[in-house]
């Protein structure tokens, strides 16, 4: 079940509860940004937010009637069952209008717009006081779509401006579950779920319906929004004619400049492909100095004896030097 806290929580203690890494649903957290008051008519917003367009360009994904607005995999030269399109932002506006309007006109999408490349002064005008200072908004903007089933690399509060946004949700051990697919021929950037996007009974993901018993689910609705900790799966389906999302990334718990990401990469080239015993090995190894079960792995020393082991930036520093000298062959 979602953690459902309320829109007034304060900065402390909504960081205190992100600790716990779950999803959680913030009612109505983003009503009262000027935005998001404006978005009750699509043609006021798109007038609000081309106040504030530098003019730049973005990609957008411009799919036929006969998708549904269901951005994925397809039969196109490219693999996917959508064009990519360069467009500035009065045009993509323009485009969304004119579909919600006809039913028959392409969907198009523009996600990932970073506020302060297209609409600068956007983030000042509309503050969200709950994120950490510094971390800036970007924009998802379209008619009615589904965004395959992903996983981000960053926490994540998500704010619906304009529409409604349903999410479902997969907790981050279910990956094995999920049918994921390549991880360099992507939609966005990050890998998706096969099994989510082909539905329920398909013979060829029998193990989905283990992580299908297992799935959230949440509408939000304009001004509420959600906060998804780094790894949890989630299919977006935006369901009204004209919708946006902003939403704000960070990593909550970086203790380093380097993401947990490239260890995975660099751990997938150098271990997978060994024998399963020497695996398990390396996995006990693993569990004793990174994930700690049992907790730190000098705990029986004095800390003054745990070395580069010892909690400060200035060890995490050196341990990243030596890695980066063994990496270089020295």
């Given at each position: 079940?979602?953690?459902?806290?309320?829109?007034?929580?304060?900065?402390?203690a909504?960081?205190?509860?992100?600790?716990?890494?779950?999803?959680?649903?913030?009612?109505?957290?983003?009503?009262?940004?000027?935005?998001?008051?404006?978005?009750?008519?699509?043609?006021?917003?798109?007038?609000?937010?081309?106040?504030?367009?530098?003019?730049?360009?973005?990609?957008?994904?411009?799919?036929?009637?006969?998708?549904?607005?269901?951005?994925?995999?397809?039969?196109?030269?490219?693999?996917?069952?959508?064009?990519?399109?360069?467009?500035?932002?009065?045009?993509?506006?323009?485009?969304?209008?004119?579909?919600?309007?006809?039913?028959?006109?392409?969907?198009?999408?523009?996600?990932?717009?970073?506020a302060?490349?297209?609409?600068?002064?956007?983030?000042?005008?509309?503050?969200?006081?709950?994120?950490?200072?510094?971390?800036?908004?970007?924009?998802?903007?379209?008619?009615?779509?589904?965004?395959?089933?992903?996983?981000?690399?960053?926490?994540?509060?998500?704010?619906?401006?304009a529409?409604?946004?349903?999410?479902?949700?997969?907790?981050?051990?279910?990956?094995?579950?999920?049918?994921?697919?390549?991880?360099?021929?992507?939609?966005?950037?990050q890998?998706?779920?096969?099994?989510?996007?082909?539905?329920?009974?398909?013979?060829?993901?029998?193990?989905?319906?283990?992580?299908?018993?297992?799935?959230?689910?949440?509408?939000?609705r304009?001004?509420?929004?959600?906060?998804l900790?780094?790894?949890?799966?989630?299919?977006?389906?935006?369901?009204?004619?004209?919708?946006?999302?902003?939403?704000?990334?960070?990593?909550?718990?970086?203790?380093?400049?380097?993401?947990?990401?490239?260890?995975?990469?660099?751990a997938?080239?150098?271990?997978?492909?060994?024998?399963?015993?020497?695996?398990?090995?390396?996995?006990?190894?693993?569990?004793?100095?990174?994930?700690?079960?049992?907790?730190?792995?000098?705990?029986?020393?004095?800390?003054?004896q745990?070395?580069?082991?010892?909690?400060?930036?200035?060890?995490?520093?050196?341990?990243?030097a030596?890695?980066?000298?063994?990496?270089?062959?020295?």
């Amino acid at each position: 079940m979602l953690r459902d806290i309320g829109a007034d929580i304060a900065p402390a203690a909504f960081a205190e509860a992100r600790r716990d890494c779950v999803p959680m649903v913030l009612r109505g957290v983003a009503a009262d940004l000027p935005i998001t008051r404006v978005a009750q008519d699509g043609a006021n917003l798109s007038a609000y937010l081309l106040g504030f367009d530098s003019g730049r360009t973005a990609q957008a994904f411009v799919g036929d009637a006969a998708i549904g607005g269901r951005y994925n995999y397809g039969d196109r030269s490219d693999g996917f069952n959508f064009a990519r399109e360069t467009l500035g932002l009065a045009a993509v506006l323009e485009r969304i209008l004119r579909a919600a309007a006809d039913a028959g006109a392409p969907s198009i999408y523009c996600g990932s717009l970073p506020a302060e490349d297209h609409l600068p002064g956007l983030a000042e005008a509309n503050r969200m006081p709950l994120v950490p200072a510094g971390v800036l908004p970007r924009l998802w903007i379209g008619n009615a779509s589904t965004i395959a089933c992903h996983y981000d690399r960053f926490d994540n509060l998500a704010c619906v401006i304009a529409g409604e946004r349903r999410f479902t949700l997969y907790p981050p051990d279910t990956i094995g579950d999920l049918y994921v697919g390549p991880i360099d021929h992507t939609m966005a950037g990050q890998p998706v779920s096969l099994a989510a996007g082909a539905g329920s009974g398909d013979s060829r993901y029998p193990r989905f319906a283990a992580a299908q018993a297992r799935a959230l689910s949440v509408t939000l609705r304009a001004g509420d929004a959600l906060y998804l900790p780094k790894l949890w799966w989630h299919q977006v389906e935006a369901t009204a004619p004209f919708n946006l999302l902003m939403n704000y990334w960070w990593d909550d718990f970086a203790s380093s400049p380097d993401s947990p990401y490239t260890a995975l990469l660099l751990a997938m080239t150098t271990l997978a492909d060994r024998p399963a015993a020497e695996r398990t090995a390396w996995r006990a190894f693993f569990d004793h100095y990174a994930f700690r079960p049992e907790g730190h792995p000098l705990a029986h020393l004095p800390a003054a004896q745990h070395g580069i082991l010892g909690d400060s930036r200035e060890n995490r520093g050196r341990i990243r030097a030596f890695v980066m000298q063994l990496l270089r062959g020295g």
